[in-house]
């Protein structure tokens, strides 16, 4: 293949704004808050979870609580009962009168026994309560971190993206100095050899492999024509010709 030096010096340009497009990808991927982003979610995961149990627990806990101020409810209404009857006058022997006393006394007993585990459940659900509102508190705080995240995680693409759009720009600027065969060949390249088509040679040495040439090979490009398209003979990408080259 052949191409003008002047293009092929070019391609050098292409190469520098391509490497720069590949790091800012790189940059956008690695900007820190997305990685933060999604531990904040697994964490609001964990939360939601957490926070259904809680509230489940409440709803378990006031049916209890409704359950245990029933009992106690029905216990005082037979107390009650019991009371009237003592009082009325009518229950006519004395052992049904000593057999309702110790009634009565025995549903007090009861009662307060009734009205210990209502108290317990009472303590539960606060406490079950509490819980709820403290889970509330940390899905509250987790919201805030993860709106700071979002704000300081758009803020670093913006400025990416800026940068993007500025080396695209000189991109097109670029590719319109280089002949479509020349430019298919460094795409296919950059392909197969890690984003990088075409390096400089520099005193002797391909800037994209890092090895320098055998003298043999120095003299076969001394001997190529200024508009030959050089390739490396190690990593096969093209080889570009500059002042510094040690030719
Ligand atoms: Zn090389």
């Given at each position: ?22 790091q ?63 009082e ?71 400025d ?11 991109r ?50 001394r ?20 002042p510094?080259?040690g030719?």
């Amino acid at each position: 293949m052949r191409a003008d030096p002047a293009a092929q010096m070019r391609l050098l340009d292409l190469q520098a704004l391509d490497t720069r497009l590949g790091q800012l990808a790189h940059r956008r991927r690695s900007v820190p808050q997305v990685a933060e982003l999604s531990g904040l979610a697994s964490r609001a995961g964990v939360l939601r979870d957490r926070d259904v149990a809680v509230r489940t627990l409440v709803s378990d806990l006031e049916r209890e609580l409704a359950r245990a101020e029933g009992d106690v409810a029905a216990v005082r209404a037979r107390i009650a009962r019991d009371q009237r009857l003592l009082e009325g006058g009518t229950v006519g022997s004395a052992k049904q009168l000593t057999d309702l006393q110790h009634e009565v006394e025995s549903l007090r007993n009861r009662v307060s026994a009734l009205e210990d585990a209502e108290l317990e459940v009472m303590e539960r659900l606060e406490e079950a309560q509490a819980r709820v509102a403290e889970v509330a508190g940390e899905v509250e705080a987790l919201q805030a971190q993860q709106s700071a995240a979002e704000r300081g995680r758009d803020e670093a693409f913006a400025d990416v993206d800026a940068e993007v759009a500025r080396v695209e720009g000189e991109r097109v600027r670029v590719l319109a100095d280089l002949p479509g065969d020349l430019l298919a060949l460094y795409d296919r390249i950059r392909a197969d050899a890690g984003g990088v088509g075409a390096a400089a040679l520099h005193r002797g040495r391909c800037q994209g492999c890092q090895l320098t040439l055998t003298p043999a090979d120095l003299g076969r490009i001394r001997g190529e024509a200024a508009d030959a398209v050089v390739r490396c003979e190690e990593c096969r990408r093209i080889l570009v010709r500059t002042p510094e080259s040690g030719l």
